[in-house]
Each structure stands twice: as C-alpha cells, then as structure tokens.
C-alpha cells in the first residue's frame, strides 16, 4: 500500500459514480459566512483574495469554490479529476448569479497537471494525506506552485481526531456485507449511524454523503497526516502561519524573532503537542497535558488507523487480536486527562465490537459513542519562504 501509485479515493468515487462532498446551500449567505470564518481564521481575509492568482485542487463538486470565487480573484483555476465533481462544478458555477471571477476548470489529475504559472494562494481541502509516499509527492508538487511569500491552504486529517471514525468503521463493517451493493450499504449504514450524526449540530452535509465519504471510502484509514509530518514533507521549507482549530499561542516578544530564532514551526509543533489529545472529541476545548503523553497518543492512534484498514473486514476474532489490546492502550493513555464522556464512548464501542453480532438496534441505542465525534477536517495555512 506505501508505494501505491493510484489516487485510491478518486478510484472509488469514479468506480461508484459518486461526488459525495456536497454541503447544504439553501442558505448560501451562511455558506459563505461558514467559509468567510475559515479563511479568516486561516489569516486569508476576503480582501487578501481580491486580484491574486489561486490555484485550488481537488476541489469536489465546487461547493466551496463559488465563495472563494467570489472574492474575485485575477485568475482562479481548479484541478479536479473526478468527472462527476467536474459536471457538477459546471453545473453550480452556470446557476452562480453573484459578481465572480470565472474559473478555468482543468479536468486532472494533480500529478498530469503541468503550468508554469506561479500562484499567490493555492488552495486544498479534503485530499491529500500525508501517510501514502504518493500523496506525499502530491503535497510537494502543490507547495511547488506557490509564489514566494505564497500562501497554501490544506486540511489535515489528524489520527488522533480520526478515532472515533474508526472505531464507526470497525463497528459498520460488522453490519453490512460484502455482497451487499453500494445502495445497500449505505442505507444500512445511514439506519445505524443516523442516531449519532443528529447529535452534529453544524452537520452541513447529507447522512448518505458522510456515510459514503467516511464509512465507505477506503481512503480514510490512510488519509491521516499532522502537522509535523507535513513540516517534514515540505522539508521545512514552508512556516506555519495559522491553523483550524488555533493550536498555537505565541508569547515570544516579537523583537527577539529575527534570523534562526524565529522559530514559527517549532514553536507550532510544540504548542500543537501540548493540545493534541483533544482532538479525539470536537466537544472539548483545547486543555494541555505532558507532550510525551500526546506523542504516544498519536503513535497509538497512527498504528489504530493502519490496524483499522487492515482488519475492518475480517470481524471479532482479528478485532480481538489485533485491535482491542491497542484500543485499551489508548484508553489508558487518555483515562486522567480527559472528561469521562470520552472513556465511556471509548468503552462502549470496545464492549460492542465484542459482541459476537452486532445488530443496527445496538448501535443506534449506543448511549455515549453516539456523540463521539474527532476533530477529523482540520486546517493549516502555510507561507512559502
Ligand atoms: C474529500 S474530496 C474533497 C472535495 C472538496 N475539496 C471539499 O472539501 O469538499 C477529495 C477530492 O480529491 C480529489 N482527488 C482525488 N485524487 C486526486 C488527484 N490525484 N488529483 C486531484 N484531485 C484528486 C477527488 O476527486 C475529490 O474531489
């Protein structure tokens, strides 16, 4: 899987003719008030968009591209290889009645995608990963795009916030079946699920769409990255600007940030392991605890992710084996630290992956698991040196 050349999420949405990333937009004003706080957050204001050149790859079905293009960029091109998504971002850009610029839509795959165009922002969300050698070259080759002094937006899936995903997916793999169809599965996945995404109150996405995207996308379980392993990917030669959620206080007196004490990414990767376990419940605001015990946590949740892919399909006997002794690790880990909801949750899910069947019953009635969520879409805005 390491030296797997294919994009394993785009082979699935076109095997299965699916764009599963559309958002709510019946009320556009607070999509664009969604998106406006994201980017602001970031460090990117609306005016920092107007006549710049952005580059945006992967962008889906183009939800999230009517906004940014109408903050009226010089030049706003998009790389998107799914010909579903690429319909649909015809589709919402020909219905789109605000003032925009239009964009120029390339129908690629990133690695096919050739210019020698610099862009000012470069923007990604959603793909790629940081674990995948290939993904870790589509990284690379995005930051290559950048102007210096650029700025690049990604999102990254932390393992940490991956968890409670899963331990859904070991859970909804014992529901569904092989030779189930697509339909099927989703379907059983949306009777069993839908109890725990009701509790997600800024849900701006359908349960069919979560549940294809998450559930059934075989990309999830190695699309994780942090932080760090961009830094390294990107082989420092980007800082950390700002990031979603904000991980990072800075106390240093700006007159001593000159020259190799400057710092920023070390700074960032320092407060970021202060933090990190918190991100296994988007319920909690950011608490601090030792570093090394975040640092094991993630190790822990890195290898849950890996034994996850490799042991979903292959039910209680391998669950046992191979899952749960690594699971109560991290329930050891986290046990002093975090509110008592969140051990529960985690118990709760381990007692039912022992059940020898688990019903749909069982899972809706789930009492604490059903509000576990992680902080999975995180954000990071980098500046090109
Ligand atoms: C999870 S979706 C994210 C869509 C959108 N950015 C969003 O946040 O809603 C991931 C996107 O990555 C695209 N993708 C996958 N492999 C790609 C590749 N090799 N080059 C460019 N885009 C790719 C998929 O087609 C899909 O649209």
Not at 231 to 252: C, E, G, M, T
């Amino acid at each position: 899987m390491r030296n797997n050349n294919q994009s394993i999420e785009l082979e699935y949405y076109k095997k299965n003719n699916i764009s599963p990333v559309h958002y709510n937009l019946k009320n556009l004003k607070k999509h664009f008030e969604i998106r406006s706080s994201l980017y602001q957050l970031l460090g990117v204001p609306p005016k920092l968009v107007y006549g710049k050149d952005v580059l945006e790859v992967a962008p889906g079905s183009g939800h999230n591209s009517i906004y940014t293009a109408t903050l009226m960029p010089a030049t706003y091109h998009l790389v998107e290889p799914n010909p579903l998504g690429c319909q649909d971002i015809v589709n919402i850009f020909k219905k789109l009645s605000l003032r925009h610029t239009k964009p120029k839509l390339y129908k690629l795959k990133l690695g096919n995608f050739k210019t020698k165009k610099l862009y000012d922002i470069v923007i990604t969300e959603g793909w790629p990963g940081g674990y995948l050698d290939f993904d870790k070259r589509m990284l690379k080759k995005l930051s290559s795009f950048l102007k210096p002094g650029g700025i690049m937006l990604i999102s990254f899936f932390p393992p940490i916030g991956g968890m409670a995903t899963y331990l859904r997916r070991l859970i909804g793999n014992r529901i569904i079946s092989n030779s189930d169809n697509f339909k099927d599965q989703t379907n059983s996945l949306n009777n069993a699920f839908s109890s725990h995404l009701i509790n997600l109150k800024s849900m701006s996405r359908s349960n069919e769409h979560w549940i294809q995207d998450s559930m059934l996308n075989p990309y999830i379980c190695v699309a994780h990255n942090t932080p760090e392993l961009c830094l390294k990917i990107l082989n420092h030669k980007l800082q950390i600007y700002n990031s979603v959620p904000k991980f990072a206080d800075d106390w240093r007196w700006y007159k001593s940030l000159h020259g190799k004490s400057k710092n920023f990414n070390e700074n960032f990767i320092l407060e970021y392991n202060k933090v990190s376990h918190s991100l296994i419940d988007y319920r909690i605001n950011s608490s601090r605890r030792s570093i090394k015990k975040n640092r094991e946590l993630e190790k822990f949740c890195f290898n849950f992710a890996i034994k996850t892919k490799n042991n979903e399909r292959l039910g209680i006997k391998k669950y046992k084996q191979n899952i749960e002794p690594l699971l109560k690790k991290i329930i050891q880990n986290i046990k002093k630290d975090l509110p008592k909801n969140v051990l529960q949750a985690l118990i709760e899910a381990n007692n039912l992956l022992k059940k020898k069947k688990i019903d749909i019953y069982d899972v809706k009635e789930m009492k604490y698991f059903s509000s576990l969520f992680g902080r999975e879409q995180c954000y990071l805005s980098f500046i090109k040196n």
